[in-house]
T-cell receptor
């Protein structure tokens, strides 16, 4: 069964460094999403992406964040200058239509020191 | 802004018991997701429903659009059902998540 994959599974970085989290959505899906979950808290929506542009973003998704679909398979989340409070699990998800079930990747656990 | 509330926060049951987890939301939605999060953090989608009821194995999800309420039921619970169960409400443009229900099923 096709699945969403994410790399790396864990990332440790120093405050102020740039990180890029990578996702490979399911191949025929058109809508892509990033979510984050700070330890012990709710999952929070960050951004949705369709047709090579952002379709919706939350208040969390400020100028430090950017997303890109650099080729036909990858979907990346970049954090330009990480802060301690960016430490969280980041989930990518995809679906073929906005009204369909979203399929989640296994997550990248980011720790900012 | 959509608020999604789940109850209970924690639930411990004996193997074989019937379990109900509740979810309520504050604004109109186009669909509601029920998700399962395992101890390692991975999230699996269980159901997406916009009306009525859906069943998959021992899991049943219902939704009442007028009352803005959904329930997830697990029949004949088993220790392998132990996980966090999360409801998430889909407004036209984003998912808003509840804080989850930690379910522990004891043998």
């Amino acid at each position: 069964e096709p699945e969403v994959t994410q790399t790396p599974s864990h990332q440790v970085t120093q405050m102020g460094q740039e990180v890029i989290l990578r996702c490979v959505p399911i191949s025929n899906h058109l809508y892509f999403y990033w979510y984050r979950q700070i330890l012990g808290q709710k999952v929070e929506f960050l951004v949705s992406f369709y047709n090579n542009e952002i379709s919706e973003k939350s208040e969390i998704f400020d100028d430090q964040f950017s997303v890109e679909r650099p080729d036909g398979s990858n979907f990346t989340l970049k954090i330009r200058s990480t802060k301690l409070e960016d430490s969280a699990m980041y989930f990518c998800a995809s679906n073929g239509d906005r009204q369909e079930t979203q399929y989640f990747g296994p997550g990248t656990r980011l720790l900012v020191l | 802004k959509n608020e999604v509330e789940q109850s209970p926060q924690n639930l411990t049951a004996q193997e074989g018991e019937f379990i109900t987890i509740n979810c309520s939301y504050s604004v109109g939605i186009s669909a509601l997701h029920w998700l399962q999060q395992h101890p390692g953090g991975g999230i699996v989608s269980l159901f997406m429903l916009s009306s009525g009821k859906k069943k998959h194995g021992r899991l049943i999800a219902t939704i009442n659009i007028q009352e803005k309420h959904s329930s997830l039921h697990i029949t004949a619970s088993h220790p392998r059902d132990s996980a966090v169960y999360i409801c998430a409400a889909l407004t036209p443009r984003q998912l808003t998540f509840g804080s989850g229900t930690q379910l522990t099923v004891l043998p």
